[in-house]
């Protein structure tokens, strides 16, 4: 059984442009994964020689993105991640906020990894 858990980072960035990176394989592939390529709803995340598999369930322009990972047999699990954008309308910060999941042991661990990939895409953005 995994737990749900949430991270916000703040981004210097406008929602468009990140929504750019967080939907588009080639986007996803600067900061995210090694490699990502789709074929439908189905994106495929490779990582060395690691390769997951995730069906893009939620997708709102500018606003949000939702994939639920995929078993050995491309069945959907009960595990997803979804990214956010919001802007306040008042300041204009840009905040994304992950939702994630990990087993209770290694939440802490997760979330330096999502911390790490951020700051790869602030990289990317020209934001860090």
């Known amino acids: 059984m995994k737990e749900k858990y949430e991270v916000e980072f703040s981004i210097n ?3 468009q442009l990140l929504y ?12 995210f994964a090694d490699n990502v390529n789709s074929r439908g709803e189905i994106y495929s995340f490779s990582w060395g020689d690691s390769l997951e598999k995730a069906k893009l369930v939620t997708k709102k322009a500018d606003e949000r993105v939702r994939y639920r990972w995929l078993d050995e047999q491309d069945a959907e699990t009960d595990y997803y991640f979804e990214i956010r954008i919001t ?7 840009v905040t994304l906020t992950v939702t994630d999941f990990a087993e209770l042991d290694e939440v802490s661990e997760s979330k330096q990894l999502w911390e790490n990939q951020i700051s790869d895409l602030k990289q990317v953005l020209g934001s860090a």
């Open 87 to 93: 802007k306040d309308e008042l300041t204009k910060d």
């Open 20 to 31: 750019q990176y967080i939907s588009d394989p080639s986007g996803l592939s600067e900061w």
């Open 13 to 15: 960035a406008s929602p």
